[in-house]
Nanobody, 124 residues
Framework: QVQLVESGGGLVQAGGSLRLSCAAS????????MGWFRQAPGKEREFVAA????????TYADSVKGRFTISRDNAKNTVYLQMNFLKPEDTGVYYC?????????????????WGQGTQVTVSS
């Protein structure tokens, strides 16, 4: 399994932008499908975006389509989440997740490795 560490969270005003990074340890990062999930206060963790091993297949939650962009740099063992036009409802802890499966899943159960999360707060 890879070890995942998120960074880049913080406080931003509505309409602003943030870029989250997730650094993975190990030499097998390029064989992992990667995803981002988030958990708002008092709510269950939900899918945000996922990207296939080489970045050719990408999927987004409807709530972030057109505003968020997931990408990866296999040479740097890092996956990114560029978040633009942020809304207060985007507030939550954002988690990076990975799995060696070829399938680009959207469920928590589709990912076996998880980071500790990074807080994103969007003020109105």
């Amino acid at each position: 399994q890879v070890q995942l560490v998120e960074s880049g969270g913080g406080l931003v005003q509505a309409g602003g932008s943030l870029r989250l990074s997730c650094a993975a340890s190990g030499r097998t990062f390029s064989s992992y499908t990667m995803g981002w999930f988030r958990q708002a206060p008092g709510k269950e963790r939900e899918f945000v975006a996922a990207i296939s091993r080489r970045g050719k297949t990408i999927t987004y939650a409807d709530s972030v389509k057109g505003r968020f962009t997931i990408s990866r740099d296999n040479a740097k063992n890092t996956v990114y989440l560029q978040m633009n036009f942020l809304k207060p409802e985007d507030t939550g802890v954002y988690y990076c997740a990975g799995d060696p499966s070829l399938r680009v899943g959207v469920l928590e159960a589709d990912f076996r490795s998880w980071g500790q999360g990074t807080q994103v707060t969007v003020s109105s």
